[in-house]
């Protein structure tokens, strides 16, 4: 698999944001996020980290034994032959798609053509056939705002999102919005309000314990994970929209795709529309054929969109 970015692909994107994603030795991409920390220690980040951790795995010859059961006039067998690699989505959803009318002769599309192929897949809607490609995305750098627009997209979803009853303070951190970071006064203030809902979980949180420990009935449980979730869960109360809430997302390419629509929509909100425009940089850099009919829009504010000719496959 590649470890460089389409060329292509790479072409349709603005100059400015093609170092944002890397491709790792395996071919999976990344835009990465470093935190930052306030003078008190407080750790922050000001862009969505993406990280593709999972994507299709493919065996297309594997379907050589149903292929030769058939007529052998038909040529079938040769379909396993295409000289053309696809990306792993493409090429599942291809031979899926070109199974519901057996076209595996000489006469189908070959691989070559997939982009043609998929033009036709989107414009006519098919895109149960897009369904076969899973991708699963890890984002972290942003906040629970974001977070809780992203897990109301449930058809083809599924997400692992951090608990704040399980994990303690010390993985806590926040995320800066943009309009923040361009404002003075408003990035002093996120400083100092962060370093205060540190300060103040993490007091609450001693207080928790000591009542705890000198038996309150309200914080007893038998397990001692439990003890700690009824710390936590009282604790995590006083921590703002602005709180990290790393997750991870696997979907569907019809599924990603809606969500791409949907959230780096220049109606999206700002926050999210970053995070979906690094996805879409990701899914694009591993499947420039089923990701490829976006185009980058640069909006007034300075952020990216995307649109296409093929909403809602
Ligand atoms: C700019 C913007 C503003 C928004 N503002 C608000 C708001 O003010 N308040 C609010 O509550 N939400 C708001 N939302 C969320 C929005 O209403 C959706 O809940 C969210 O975008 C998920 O998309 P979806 O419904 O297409 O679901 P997905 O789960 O992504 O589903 C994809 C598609 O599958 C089909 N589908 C999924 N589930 C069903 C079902 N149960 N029955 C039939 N068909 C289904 C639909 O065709 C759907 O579009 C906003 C979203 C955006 C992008």
Known sequence: MSDVIDRQIQATWPEAVRDWVQMDAGGFPVCPSIPQFTAAGTPYLTVPGVTVVA??????????GFLDGFNDDLNFSQYVEDPTELPPGASVCKMAGQLCYASFGPKRTMNVDAKRYFDNIKESGHGSVLEHANFTLLFYGISRSVTHELVRHRAGVGVSQISQRYVSGRVLRFVERPEYQAIPALH????KRIDAAAADYNSIAEILLAEQKAGSELLSADARTDLRKKV?????SVLPNETEAPIVVTANAR??????EMRASSHAEVEIRAMAFRAYLCLSAIDPIIFGDYRVEELNDGTYGLQTEYPKV
């Open 232 to 236: 936590q869960q009282a604790a995590r």
């Open 188 to 191: 002093t203030s996120f400083k």
């Open 55 to 64: 994507k299709p795995q493919v065996r297309v010859p594997n379907i050589l």
């Open 255 to 260: 599924a990603w795709r809606h969500i791409l």
